[in-house]
């Protein structure tokens, strides 16, 4: 019985291979949950509208000053300072209405409070 050697070029072509498979799944799965999101109708609803800083401001801090401090600069809750950086639009807002991150409640504003509170925090 003769044993064919796996030479070194093909390892590297087949990782190589295995590596881009990888990538595409990644993207596609990055993509597929991006067009899921953004077809939620509320999050379409609040992304169509214009928001307004000191109507946001005072959502803010009715709502999450408890916890993230009236100048938004961590207590209990952190920092959301420049959270614009590392969160979309899309992510703040499934953060606030989603309740996963404990101990962080659920929170549904309307789309037009949703708004507001957004342009608020863009401008921390």
């Known amino acids: 019985m003769t044993q064919e050697l796996i030479q070194p070029k093909d390892a590297i072509q087949r990782l190589i291979l295995i590596c881009l498979g990888m990538i595409f ?10 067009l899921h999101e953004i077809a939620d109708p509320y999050i379409n609803e609040v992304l169509s509208r214009q928001g307004d800083v000191s109507r946001g401001q ?5 709502n999450c000053a408890g916890c993230h401090g009236m100048e938004a600069d961590g207590m209990v809750g952190p920092s959301l300072h420049h959270v614009q950086k590392h969160k979309s639009k899309i992510s703040l807002i499934q953060q606030v209405i989603s309740g996963k991150t404990p101990p962080m409640p ?12 957004l342009t608020y925090l863009e401008q921390l």
């Open 25 to 34: 799944v990644a993207i596609v799965v990055i993509v597929g949950w991006y």
């Open 106 to 117: 659920k929170f549904q504003p309307s789309p037009q409070e949703m708004a507001d509170l």
């Open 58 to 62: 005072a959502i803010f801090e009715i």
